[in-house]
């Protein structure tokens, strides 16, 4: 082996090719963590992938610089998940490295960048206030990173006036290769004396002889250690298990160390260690759990996929934990997916009584060293264990992973949205279980239409749980009229007066009530009630959010924050008005409406951190407060024994957003958050408001009627054909240019007529047609489901390189390709 080819995590396709010193060959395998030199100055943590003695033909090819592990850190077969991902969500397989493993496991060098002390501002040519701004930072920190003069500057990006700035002489950039995983480490003990020098070992006895507690010290460490045993290594000891045996304080311990007895060293340790502990086995089934675990067995033998389709309150969840104990039982693995990391909070809790140190749980909020660990015991380890986590879990390498179970299947946050990979959680769950050989289970009161349409069809397997544990009917669905209400002014602010007689009601009776408005911020803008001004932002063609607590207007899209003007900058009178409401005014006014309740929030806003999650739910969950007030968080899949009572404060929201999913996502939204109520000893009531409640998803969100949404829903995408019946993806062109991005894109639509005819929709401007200063222009795909993702990527790039071998333009315009949008 001469040769390896290797992935590093940017956006260029394929694998680059370097050569390996006669000094590391040894090393190195399939899945390797290497280092390598990139272009003139980046150094990257690349991944190999192949192996090889064919010298690459026609430049100079860069040795390998190191290998980071004596084995591997990826293992079969997730380089070819890797692959599968980057051809069918049409991204590089660099992206998905990118995305896939832990930052902690990718050491890169970071560039910093320092003023020139030289610099002087040309008359002619001054500095734009951006420019300014990011030079004062620098200027004040004298050497600092990229990252950093982004956060103190609150800009997005700053690299483009970087280089602006480096351009002009004012700053130069250097490069350090930087290591960000910082193990956590215990304190071990060892004795100063070699092992078999009996002379040294007397003498550390006759040191301690006239101090008791430093000899019983000396004594429990050749306990512990097994030192004086002959034939077998002696046994690490931590400081911790010896003060604990030889029960003497650490300053006893520091004396004996001070007296030259014992030296202490540092270990690295992995966070997520077992540590053992006693379980509960898993809470009995009811009859109807019970026969739906015996027939998920009986259609997982004949098919590799069943969805589980059960009503809200139904016990899905137990089902799933009698299904995860067979698997560990049978000495395999469990990957258990929820769609928001507020769901871990409960379901930890509850899986962690039965499984104990069996379960670990992985998601975003954990920091890069606890993901780096979780990986790095899931790699050394092919113990029966089951995680739990979020989409990106499903990259995790996993050793014998016999059972995927993604729970509420349905929900789109399983699809990554911001950046490459593009990918869905589920679909890739699913095609990870069929290469490690295990079955997937699919759970949701509110199925997908593309799943329940294989289910039907009998590609998957489809059991139901059609009646709720225990027997308790469905919640009770009352659906307010606001506009007539508002006539008869029957609205106080967003409550109608219905709405809130049940509140009070059910806070009286000591139960609980959730309030759901899917839009975060305190009202989604302020506006001049003289002139009709509303404030922009300068980045993106929306209006600004406005935040009560922050006192300021944010973009939801790139971040650009200001303050609330006093005066309309447009016509100078001080008439501003706050205009709708978000999550953050629900809050206030449900305090004015309802004084003396406990009130509690749950959005982005109150959950950035890991403990926020916890605090918010457990808080509920223990009564510590009476009203929950939320956006989508809310409505998925937590069970709160308190809830009576849930309300709906714009029904009408969700069900005309501009999207041929819009009808699917507000039933699913709508039934999911009615299903918070009732669940523990009586039936529950939603309150549903709009203005229409002869609208065919209200009226069967009130009959619970999921069938009869889904043959309504599969006409209409039938007739204007969309999924299931075809496959569709979205092509967005970018640019900073305008005049530039519709001319491309109307260029680009032509060729891609030429090759997909009929199938091409577009160009169009999106519904938001400028963010980040990036002007963007869509183009719709709608193929066959038969149709090979691959060839069809190879086609489309087929017709980027065509474009840009005749217009060098091109080199400036970004494509994106979002392959089954949700």
């Known amino acids: 082996m001469r040769y390896v ?29 290497v280092l390598v030199p990139f272009g003139r100055k980046k150094i990257y943590t690349a991944i190999v992938v192949l192996p090889h003695d064919r010298k690459p033909e026609g430049y100079q090819v860069k040795d390998i610089l190191m290998v980071l592990d004596p084995e591997p850190i990826v293992r079969h077969p997730q380089l070819k998940l890797w692959q599968w991902v980057a051809d069918y969500y049409m991204c590089s397989p660099g992206e998905v490295y990118r995305a896939a493993v832990p930052s902690g496991l990718k050491v890169e060098s970071e560039t910093f960048v320092s003023p020139n002390a030289d610099f002087e501002e040309n008359v002619d040519d001054r500095l734009s206030d951006r420019e300014r701004a990011v030079l004062d930072v620098i200027a004040q920190r004298g050497r600092v990173q990229i990252g950093d003069i982004a956060s103190a500057t609150g800009m997005k990006t700053v690299e483009h006036t970087i280089s ?5 002489d004012a700053v130069h950039v250097s490069e350090r290769v930087v290591d960000n995983y910082r193990p956590k480490t215990e304190v071990c003990v060892r004795l100063t004396a070699p092992r078999g020098d009996e002379a040294a070992m007397h003498g ?17 460490y050749l306990d512990l250690s097994r030192w004086l045993q002959r034939g077998q290594e002696p046994h690490e000891v931590t400081r911790e298990a010896l003060l604990e045996r030889a029960n003497v304080s650490a300053a006893v311990f520091q004396a004996a160390v001070q007296k030259g007895v014992f030296t202490t060293y540092k270990r690295p340790i992995n966070r997520f260690a077992a540590q053992g502990g006693a379980t509960v086995d898993v809470p009995p089934l009811s009859e109807p759990q019970q026969a739906a675990y015996i027939e998920l067995h009986n259609q997982l033998r004949a098919l590799d996929i069943a969805l589980l389709h059960g009503v809200t309150g139904s016990g899905k969840t137990t089902v799933y934990m009698r299904m995860i104990a067979d698997v560990l039982a049978a000495g395999n693995q469990v990957l258990y997916l929820v769609p928001e990391i507020a769901l871990t909070t409960q379901l930890t809790q509850r899986l962690r009584r039965v499984f104990g140190d069996r379960l670990l749980v992985y998601h975003s909020r954990f ?15 092919a113990e029966p264990m089951v995680v739990i986590g979020v989409r990106s879990s499903v990259f995790l390498p996993f050793a014998k992973l016999g059972l995927v179970i993604v729970d509420e299947e349905h929900d789109s946050s399983y699809k990554q949205q911001d950046h490459a990979p593009r990918y869905n959680g589920r679909n890739v769950a699913m095609m990870l279980a069929r290469m490690h050989g295990a079955k997937t289970l699919l759970g ?18 489809l059991v139901r749980l059609t009646t709720r544990y225990g027997d308790l009917e469905l919640p009770d669905v009352v659906v307010v009229n606001t506009t007539e209400a508002r006539k008869r002014l029957e609205m106080n602010g967003m409550f109608s007066k219905e709405l809130l007689k049940r509140c009070r009601a059910a806070l009286e009776a000591d139960e609980q009530v959730i309030l759901f408005q899917n839009r975060r911020g305190y009202a989604p803008m302020v506006r001049c009630r003289n002139c009709g001004w509303v404030p922009q932002c300068d980045n993106c063609d929306v209006s600004l959010t406005y935040h009560k607590f922050t006192h300021s207007l944010t973009c939801h899209y790139c971040g650009h924050t200001t303050a609330v003007p006093t005066l309309c900058p447009a016509c100078e009178t001080p008439d501003i008005e706050i205009v709708g409401y978000g999550t953050e005014r629900i809050e206030d006014e449900i305090d004015r409406v309802l004084p003396g309740e406990k009130i509690s929030r749950m959005d982005l806003d109150t959950t950035r951190s890991k403990a926020a999650y916890d605090r918010i739910i457990d808080d509920f969950s223990s009564r510590k407060t009476s ?20 309300g709906i404060l714009n029904a009408d929201q969700m069900i005309h957003f501009p999207d041929f999913r819009s009808h699917e996502r507000a039933f699913d939204m709508l039934e999911q958050v009615a299903g918070r109520a009732g669940r523990a000893h009586h039936r529950g009531t939603v309150v549903i408001q709009t203005s229409q409640p002869d609208h065919p998803v209200i009226q069967m969100v009130c009959a619970h009627d999921y069938v009869g949404f889904y043959r309504h829903e599969m006409a209409d995408r039938e007739q204007f054909n969309y999924p299931p019946f075809v496959k569709i993806i979205n092509i967005y062109l970018t640019h900073r240019d305008e ?12 060729l891609l007529r030429q090759l997909f005819g009929e199938r091409v929709l577009g160009p169009d401007t999106p519904v938001v047609g400028r963010v980040q200063n990036l002007f ?3 183009l719709v795909l709608k193929l066959e489901t038969s149709v090979s993702m691959p060839k069809v990527k190879n086609l489309l790039r087929q017709v980027q390189e065509r474009m840009l071998s005749v217009d060098s333009r091109m080199r400036q315009l970004r494509l994106v390709y979002d392959v089954d949008p949700v």
């Open 627 to 646: 009203v929950l007030v939320g956006t989508q968080m809310v409505t998925k899949g937590l069970d709160f024994d308190g809830v009576s009572l849930v």
């Open 367 to 381: 920091s890069d060293n606890e993901r780096v660990d979780i990986w790095r015991r899931l790699l050394h380890s």
């Open 5 to 33: 080819d290797v992935l590093v995590p940017l956006m260029i396709p394929g694998t680059f090719t370097y050569s390996v010193p006669d000094s590391l060959a040894a090393t190195l395998r399939v899945g390797s963590r």
């Open 444 to 461: 949701s009161a509110t199925p997908s239409v593309e799943v329940y349409t294989r289910a039907l069809a009998g590609d998957y397997g």
């Open 164 to 168: 602006r700035l480096i351009d002009r």
């Open 204 to 220: 550390l006895l006759d040191m301690v002889s006239r101090a008791r507690k430093q000899e019983t010290l000396l004594l429990a």
């Open 739 to 750: 005049a530039v991005v519709s001319e491309l894109a109307v260029r680009y639509g032509t």
């Open 776 to 778: 963007l222009r869509q």
